[in-house]
């Protein structure tokens, strides 16, 4: 039975966990849903998980879920009220609130007006301003020369921040630290947000050192009632980007609290707010000082941490708001039980300077008893994605949410860091060992970090494991391979001669092995048809596998110690996650590479995706680190710079061409060899 009468039927404009998430709410409730979906997406999980489903175009963004005028069709094809926008894709653009307006379909969200002032970081700002909200000192004026911009980074003293005036995720959002650096930064802002937001305008900030992230999540009805849901912590991030958060936030004063909360409530009255947002706060970690960032008119990935502590469904509420209801609870109603923090499981590489990664999900496992969307005894998983599904470079690379829910912080953290030894991922890399390397960190724990967390302490997140490790994971895996393969049959590695040396009892290869998220290295082992073990050829330890299930689980001897744990196989690499919470990648060379001309230095691709800038052409001169091109994809510009110094040559690209990871685009030679 329909609990909310007047959404007689919803439309989410969106894909992957929020539709879903979405969809999980509008069921309870007795809502029928309608998805939308893109030609990638014809086989996704919110296309089951909804009653109604409508292709929507091609995969790309632009030809699908950011096609205003086939959405609003659909909707009324289909019948729906109201219109749930998620976050990303038209979450925040003003023109769409209003053409569902016009079209007499309800947008879960502020109103147009709204968005459009707070879409607006330099409109924002003078909102902000005048309603009395603190400020980090800036610039965020009309005149957009290039020569005003630098100019007034030079007035504002460096470092300054230049960021897109209609960005978020960390798109057009640049740090230059002297003047030399600052046409760099202030064009390359410019083009990223030309190219994400059709609006190359940016304003500058003073950019703070040593920041805290912490926003805070508020509500508000058409009746004039706006609340606030406790804030979170968002501090530690990549690439400007949030990849774990908190509520309620760690270490401040009651205070310190109420006084962000005031502020957060003061700019939602500000903009004639409706529906869920969130206030932005940097927060000066040596002054405890807090400045206004910016506000995000919809739902926010991490509204989970703030479901968990205060008890409460956000998007319950949302659909209660959009349907004209008065929000059912009081500012005293509203309180912060306990603690939750959330980590976002991206497939990507940490230690490739967490370049996002393509394929397919071999294996996606929660812990046991996990039920997706809501908590169970503590953990709650939100994903977008089953087991089999692909991660394409058309969309965000994240796999999954995980949020904890403990009495107090250090039992939260616990039960994260035991529920991301029992997650198993493969065959994508990401970022779950460095997530618990985080969540382990004596910093983190204590409550000592901030923005620059990650590339402050960099050589522990980043720590290779031991000479000795990297054997002992070595002999295992080849074990394993073995045992997969069944030794001695055709198909076998070991059932060939081509790739190892030596006869008789024993044969030796070459393999590679490294952690989930870690350069591979290239080792030696040998096979011993005596006992059937491997051992590393420089006198490693000998392991042998005592048992293996159809299921995957193994049991295990190395060097004498006992290992339990489950293994998969993927083309070229295994897969090892043991009992006691170590996880790895064993990959196995391929022979295939791509030589390059003699004396010169390739540039490869670090990620697929489109050419958007070529700087330089064949026959010029370049240095060390001189951009050639930039690259886009998944949010993110990249610049490839040159390797070495030389003369560019063999230039394969140009603007708009699709490239793969690792494809080379161009060579660079030896201005003797170009003369």
């Not at 030609?39 to 950011?66: M, N, P, Q, R």
């Not at 003078?126 to 000192?137: F, N, T, W």
């Amino acid at each position: 039975m329909n609990q909310i009468g007047a959404v007689k039927k919803l439309l989410i404009a969106n894909r992957g966990e929020i539709a879903c998430r979405i969809m999980k709410t509008a069921r309870r409730l007795g809502v029928p849903t309608v998805a939308v979906y893109s030609k990638a997406d014809e086989y996704a999980k919110h296309v089951t998980y909804a009653d109604e489903a409508f292709y929507i175009g091609a995969a790309a963004a632009k030809d699908s879920y950011l096609r205003k005028d086939k959405i609003i069709d659909i909707a009324r094809r289909a019948g729906a009220t109201h219109i749930h926008p998620g976050y990303g894709f038209l979450s925040e653009n003003t023109d769409f609130a209003q053409d569902c307006a016009t079209n007499g379909i309800k947008f879960v969200g502020p109103p147009a007006s709204a968005i459009r002032a707070m879409g607006d970081k330099i409109e924002s700002k003078v909102i902000m301003e005048k309603a009395g909200v603190p400020l980090v000192p800036g610039y965020h004026g009309a005149d957009q020369s290039l020569e005003t911009l630098v100019e007034e980074c030079k007035k504002i003293g460096f470092p300054v921040l230049v960021k897109a005036a209609l960005g978020g995720g960390g798109k057009g959002m640049k740090v230059a630290t002297c003047e030399e650096e600052c046409v760099d930064a202030i064009q390359s802002a410019q083009r990223e947000a030309l190219s994400s937001f059709s609006d190359q305008r940016v304003l500058l900030e003073k950019y703070v050192g040593s920041p805290r992230h912490i926003e805070v999540q508020v509500l508000a009805d058409s009746h004039g009632k706006v609340l606030h849901f406790y804030e979170r912590d968002c501090s530690v991030q990549r690439r400007h980007q949030k990849i774990v958060e908190e509520a309620p936030a760690f270490g401040i004063s009651k205070e310190f609290q109420a006084a962000l909360h005031r502020s957060a409530i003061e700019a939602a009255r500000a903009v004639g707010y409706e529906n869920a947002g969130t206030v932005e706060f940097l927060v000066d970690a040596d002054t405890w000082e807090f400045y206004f960032m910016e506000m995000n008119t919809r739902l926010q990935v991490e509204h989970p941490v703030s479901e968990s502590v205060t008890n409460v469904d956000l998007v319950e509420l949302q659909l209660r708001v959009a349907a004209g209801e008065e929000l059912p609870l009081s500012q005293e109603d509203v309180k912060c039980d306990g603690h939750a923090v959330e980590v976002r499981l991206y497939a990507e590489n940490p230690k490739k300077d967490f370049l996002p990664a393509t394929g397919d999900l071999l294996r996606l496992r929660v812990p046991e008893g996990t039920r997706e969307f809501e908590l169970t005894d503590g953990v709650r998983v939100d994903s977008g994605v089953r087991e089999g599904d692909s991660v394409t470079d058309y969309y965000d690379p994240m796999i999954a949410k995980m949020i904890t829910k403990g009495e107090d912080r250090a039992d939260a953290m616990g039960k994260m860091r035991r529920a991301l030894g029992d997650l198993h991922i493969a065959d994508l890399p990401n970022n779950v060992s460095f997530l618990r390397d985080i969540l382990k960190h004596d910093k983190f724990l204590e409550g000592d970090f901030d923005t620059n967390f990650i590339p402050k302490h960099s050589s522990e997140l980043f720590e290779e494991p031991s000479g000795e490790e990297k054997g002992r994971r070595a002999a295992l895996a080849l074990a394993l391979r073995c045992a997969l393969e069944q030794s001695g049959s055709k198909d076998s590695a070991w059932g060939r001669s081509d790739g190892f040396r030596g006869a008789g009892l024993s044969y030796v290869r070459q393999i590679e092995v490294g952690l989930e998220d870690e350069e591979v290295e290239e080792v030696e082992v040998e096979y011993l048809r005596q006992g059937g073990g491997v051992r590393m050829v420089d006198g490693g330890e000998v392991a042998r596998i005592l048992s293996l299930s159809s299921g995957s689980e193994f049991e295990a001897e190395v060097g004498g110690e006992m290992i339990r744990g489950e293994v998969v196989m993927s083309p070229g690499s295994i897969h090892v996650w043991t009992a006691s919470g170590e996880r790895f990648i064993a990959s196995f060379p391929s022979p295939d590479h791509e030589d390059v001309e003699d004396g010169s230095s390739s540039v490869t691709s670090p990620m697929p995706g489109r050419v958007v800038q070529v700087f330089k052409k064949d026959g010029d001169e370049v240095k060390k680190g001189d951009p050639i091109l930039a690259i886009e994809a998944m949010k993110m510009e990249l610049l490839v710079s040159a390797t070495t110094t030389g003369v560019l040559s063999g230039l394969k690209v140009s603007k708009d061409s699709k490239v793969g990871e690792g494809a080379v685009l161009a060579y660079i030679v030896d201005p003797a060899a170009a003369a």
